[in-house]
Each structure stands twice: as C-alpha cells, then as structure tokens.
C-alpha cells in the first residue's frame, strides 16, 4: 500500500487497541493537532483525507492539548489516550511542560512534533535552532528528558519499528508516560510502500503481573506481625481498578486507608475504614494513624513529599510494604518490594494474610479519629461569609457533583483544601493533578475527562491565577461542543503561594498585587474582570456573590447543555482546617528581618522530625 509517512502513521494509530480482562478499547481516542510549517502538509493533510476513525480535535494551545491527552488517559484508567500534534519550532516546545506532567503522573500521551527538513535541503528553515556542534538537532531533542522514548523518523523505512516501540512504551503499566515521536516535516509528505500488516487491528494486551512467591511470602510475614497497620493508596489503585480488592482487604484485616492525591476516592467517603488525605494536605485522621503505625502498606503509590510530609510524618522504626508495577516506586523508603499489579498483588496478600486481624481497639481508633475530622470538615463546609471562604465553595461544589461528578483541579491553594476536605463518590471522582501541580492545567484537564468519561457531570475548579495561564481552552470546549461547569475563584491572587512567603521570610515579594515599589501597582485587588473575559470566550458566566446564590448557580450550571463559568470570589485570609503536616521548603540561613529569623528557627525544629532512610 503506498501512502506517505503521515497517512500511514494516521492510518496505524487508528488500529491500536488496548485489552484488559476481556475487555478491549481504543488507544487512540482522537488526535489535538494546531498546524503550521512542519505538520499542515503531513499529518494535516493525512487527518483531513483519512477514512479512518480518528477524530481530529482543534486545542488553542499546544501545552493544553497534551494536559487534554494526559487527563484524558487518567480518565480511561491508562487504557485509552490521545495523540497531538504540533508544528515545528515554538509550536513543539510549547508541549513539553505537558509532556513533563504526563511523565511524571505516569500516564500515556502521543506526542507527534513536526521537525525540520531531514535531508537539509533548506536549511536553516523557519524556526530552526542551529547548532554548531550538529546538524543533527533541533528544539525536539528538549524532549528526551521528559519522554519515556523518543525517536526522530529521519526515513520511512525507519517508521514501523518506532511505531511499534511507542506502543509498546505507551501501553506497559509499568514504563508509560509521554512517548515522542519526531516527524521532520519533509520526511511527513513523503510516500513508500508499506506491509499491509503494519495497518491490520492490533491489540496490544495490559499485563497484570503477580507478585513473585517469596517476595509474597515476606510481604504477609511482616503484615501479619504488624499491630498498627495503614494503607497508603495511591493512584496505581484506581489504575489498576482495584478499588473492590482494596475495600475487601481493609475490611476484612481491618485496615485503615489512606489516600495520596492520585489515590482518592479508591473508597468513598463513608467507609470506615475510610481515613482520607494523607501527608502534608491530608486529615488529622490519616496523618495521626500514619504517625503511631508500625507498618505502612503503599498500594500504586510513588511516596511524593506530600505523602511523606518531607519525611517526617512516618515514625523512624516503621516498615513498609511497597506494591507497585514498578520496582522503582516498590524500592522506596527502604521497603519490602512487592512488584506487581495493585489487584492481583492485593488479592494475593489477602489470601495469604488469611486469619489475622488488626484488634477491635485499633480499629475503634481509626472510628474516632475519623468522626473528629469530619465534624472539621461539617463545620469548614458550614462557614460563610463576604467574600465567600473558599472551604464553603469547595463544599457547595461537592454536594452539586453528586455521584456522578468529577472534581478537576491542579494548581494553588485548593488542591490542598481539596484533599483533606473533598469527599469522593469513589474511584474516578477526583481528579487532582499534583504530580507536576501544573498551572493552566485545569480547564484542558476537564476537557480530557469529558472527552472520556461523557456521562460524568465535570467540576472544574481553577483560581484566578491558574486562569490566566490558559483559559483560551473555553473556546475549544466551546467549540467541540462539550460541557464542563468551571467554578471559577477569584482571591486577587496569591493566597497559597503568598502565605508560603510569608512563611519563608520572603515578605510577599511578587506575591500580592499590593505590593509597593517603584512602578509597581499599588492600590489593592486589580482592576481586571475575568468573568468577562470567559464570557469574552464564549461561556455562560454566573456571578453569584452568596453562598445560596452560588449552590444556586451550580444547580443552574448542572442543568445546562454547554459550558458554563461559575464565578465566584473568595477571602485569601481565610485559611482551611491545618493538616498538622509539614512541608520541606528551605529557609534561608541569614536574614536580616525578624519574621526570616523566626522562620528559620522554625524551619530548623521542624528538620529534627525528618526521617531519611536509605532509600528515596
């Protein structure tokens, strides 16, 4: 069959699937693409001609597309993503800090850069970095660092193998993250004969390994030894869909669970065996269990310094039991490694564990300390006010999701509140970026859920600062026609970010708008109206200024057919419920104001806490 190198690629993602316990998917939902020079006359021309079923999507913003990719996969459990491509130049580059996030959130996303000529014939071209030591590179070599492979396709015959590969990459539980597959634009047009084979449906099949026998047999000596046990789950749980084998493992053993940002909603709230957040945005519940317990059980976590509270919230005898599908994450912290799948490793520890139980005062412990959060919670959620407390609109915006929503957020001050105050409907609910805590992620992120999960009521909840780094995405879901509610939260900036320097000893500096200096605005929150500008952008706005008026709103937003911005200011003074957590920020050593001394010596009892162990 003769095609050029972009209609074949086209042609082939096309016909990957994915199967797992019987059940097979699409890898590729669709293709993002912004065209320019580099992939208008490749994979442009290809996506408009093609037969195939690939639907094209237009992003307004490269990083965004990929947020949307990298959501998207989130949302299908890893099972599913999306494909983008982009230009040469400035066009490439700007997905990289989405490629960044992919990765490190472990979650699959084709990336297609174009790139500049393969045969030279014209260089330098357009938006071509020279460099003197090669005529090998360009600006897509960025790219390696942050992409789990890569590969430039300098010649068609080159193209099946890298195909093959990124597949490969993309579809291992245990290797996945951002797969780049530079396409130099003259090498895109080009035609060859190509195998039909290389076209013909192909299922690529998701492993679930098990854990090796004696590794097994370790794991269930040291949990049945274990007096004060907790779970830590984290997102390779909802991956993995093992949230029914974790729910049967901590009733039956009568283990508590705690919950990474990646991880919640593995058990709704509700449960008792239920604990919530845990580490430096967790519930006192999770971090007091996590503090006085003997053995740490992590399931699919990679054991972030939010989870650990830098190191300090683990008591500095405490073993662990690390199952995880990779022996990277199962090596941490020293622990026991478990290599496997979280369903099948949970399910296996549970046969092996047969007979033992935590004590019914351990477990009444657990009760108790649950029960004291959630009344902190009630009364967080209860709070009003002019402007609103931002605990209120996070509990407004819980009661409104229902169980059927799903709650986005990635950067500021509310994924923190959200994790320790957010109560889940269960897997699939939550959805806080905080691998990377990228700003601008949010609405592109929703875009991905919705795109996935189309019968899930989507909440987006993004603050004013991480607004203005992408809101333009309100127009592709305009465009494309898809719903999401984006609660909008205005603080006139900084509430996080701003506290944190004070906290440092770095006086606010480039953290409040009333800053004072030469040329500098001077006069309080600035005279900009980002409810305009969404509806400049062609969203349904609602300015509730209530906290009635704004569940209305919400109710008002759920019912409506197309996007709609909730906007909604909030106090930046008004703080949440404290964690009673520690993060790991550097002070500096010499300061010559009172407030950084005093946040030094802080910082310096705090450091006595931290327990480093040999491992990462």
């Given at each position: 069959m003769r095609l050029t190198v972009a209609q074949a690629v086209v042609r082939f993602l096309a016909a990957q699937h994915t199967e797992r316990d019987g059940v097979e998917h699409r890898l590729f939902g669709g293709c993002f693409g912004i065209f320019g020079h580099g992939n208008v006359a490749g994979l442009g021309q290809a996506l408009a001609t093609t037969t195939e079923d690939l639907p094209y999507y237009l992003s307004r913003n490269e990083q965004a597309m990929v947020h949307t990719a990298a959501a998207y996969a989130r949302a299908s459990n890893r099972l599913s993503t999306l494909a983008c491509t982009t230009s040469i130049g400035p066009g490439a580059t700007n997905m990289i800090t989405g490629a960044a996030g992919a990765t490190i959130n472990r979650l699959p996303v084709l990336l297609l850069p174009g790139d500049i000529f393969a045969t030279r014939v014209a260089s330098p071209v357009l938006q071509e970095l020279e460099d003197p030591r090669s005529y090998d590179i360009s600006v897509n070599d960025c790219f390696k660092p942050v992409s789990r492979f890569w590969d430039r396709v300098n010649r068609p015959e080159q193209l099946p193998p890298a195909l093959l590969a990124a597949m490969r990459v993309l579809t291992d539980p245990a290797e996945t993250g951002a797969v780049t597959l530079s396409l130099p634009q003259d090498v895109q047009a080009e035609a060859a004969d190509w195998p039909d084979d290389l076209f013909a449906r192909r299922v690529w099949h998701i492993p679930r390994p098990r854990p090796e026998r004696a590794a097994l047999s370790r794991a269930a000596e040291l949990i049945r030894s274990a007096a004060r046990p907790l779970i830590v789950a984290g997102g390779g749980v909802i991956y993995s869909e093992a949230a029914q084998e974790l729910r049967a493992f901590a009733e039956t053993f009568g283990v508590p669970v705690a919950e990474t940002q990646a991880g919640k909603g593995a058990l709704p709230y509700g449960h008792p065996m239920a604990m919530g957040a845990i580490g430096a945005t967790g519930t006192t519940a999770a971090n007091t269990l996590?503090?006085?317990?003997?053995?740490?059980?992590?399931?699919?976590?990679?054991?972030?310094?939010?989870?650990?509270?830098?190191?300090?919230?683990?008591?500095?005898?405490?073993?662990?039991?690390?199952?995880?599908?990779?022996?990277?994450?199962?090596?941490?912290?020293?622990?026991?490694?478990?290599?496997?799948?979280?369903?099948?490793?949970?399910?296996?520890?549970?046969?092996?564990?047969?007979?033992?139980?935590?004590?019914?005062?351990?477990?009444?412990?657990?009760?108790?300390?649950?029960?004291?959060?959630?009344?902190?919670?009630?009364?967080?959620?209860?709070?009003?006010?002019?402007?609103?407390?931002?605990?209120?609109?996070?509990?407004?915006?819980?009661?409104?999701?229902?169980?059927?929503?799903?709650?986005?957020?990635?950067?500021?001050?509310?994924?923190?509140?959200?994790?320790?105050?957010?109560?889940?409907?269960?897997?699939?609910?939550?959805?806080?970026?905080?691998?990377?805590?990228?700003?601008?992620?949010?609405?592109?992120?929703?875009?991905?859920?919705?795109?996935?999960?189309?019968?899930?009521?989507?909440?987006?909840?993004?603050?004013?600062?991480?607004?203005?780094?992408?809101?333009?995405?309100?127009?592709?879901?305009?465009?494309?026609?898809?719903?999401?509610?984006?609660?909008?939260?205005?603080?006139?900036?900084?509430?996080?970010?701003?506290?944190?320097?004070?906290?440092?000893?770095?006086?606010?500096?480039?953290?409040?708008?009333?800053?004072?200096?030469?040329?500098?605005?001077?006069?309080?929150?600035?005279?900009?109206?980002?409810?305009?500008?969404?509806?400049?952008?062609?969203?349904?706005?609602?300015?509730?200024?209530?906290?009635?008026?704004?569940?209305?709103?919400?109710?008002?937003?759920?019912?409506?057919?197309?996007?709609?911005?909730?906007?909604?200011?909030?106090?930046?003074?008004?703080?949440?419920?404290?964690?009673?957590?520690?993060?790991?920020?550097?002070v500096a050593e010499v300061s010559t104001t009172p407030a950084g001394r005093t946040a030094r010596s802080g910082y310096e009892a705090a450091k006595l806490g931290q327990h480093r162990r040999l491992a990462p």
């Open positions: 996590a503090r006085e317990a003997d053995l740490i059980i992590g399931v699919g976590t990679r054991y972030s310094d939010f989870t650990t509270a830098s190191h300090s919230l683990f008591a500095a005898d405490a073993a662990f039991v690390n199952l995880n599908i990779t022996g990277f994450d199962a090596a941490k912290l020293s622990g026991l490694q478990l290599v496997a799948d979280a369903r099948e490793g949970l399910t296996e520890l549970a046969e092996a564990c047969e007979g033992w139980a935590t004590s019914a005062a351990y477990r009444a412990r657990a009760a108790e300390l649950s029960r004291a959060w959630d009344a902190v919670v009630d009364e967080a959620y209860s709070l009003d006010g002019s402007p609103l407390p931002q605990s209120a609109v996070i509990g407004a915006v819980n009661a409104a999701a229902g169980d059927d929503g799903v709650v986005i957020c990635a950067a500021g001050s509310m994924p923190g509140d959200l994790h320790k105050l957010w109560r889940p409907s269960g897997p699939g609910s939550y959805h806080v970026e905080y691998g990377y805590s990228c700003m601008g992620y949010e609405i592109a992120g929703g875009l991905g859920v919705k795109l996935a999960a189309p019968d899930r009521e989507v909440f987006v909840m993004v603050g004013d600062g991480s607004y203005l780094m992408m809101a333009q995405e309100l127009v592709t879901a305009v465009s494309e026609g898809v719903k999401l509610t984006v609660v909008l939260v205005d603080n006139s900036g900084f509430a996080s970010i701003g506290r944190l320097s004070e906290s440092v000893g770095a006086e606010r500096l480039g953290t409040s708008y009333a800053y004072r200096g030469d040329g500098r605005y001077d006069g309080g929150p600035l005279p900009v109206d980002l409810a305009a500008n969404a509806a400049s952008l062609g969203a349904t706005v609602l300015r509730p200024e209530t906290l009635s008026d704004f569940r209305k709103a919400l109710d008002t937003a759920r019912a409506a057919t197309g996007t709609t911005v909730v906007y909604v200011r909030t106090d930046p003074a008004l703080d949440t419920p404290s964690s009673e957590a520690w993060w790991d920020v550097p």
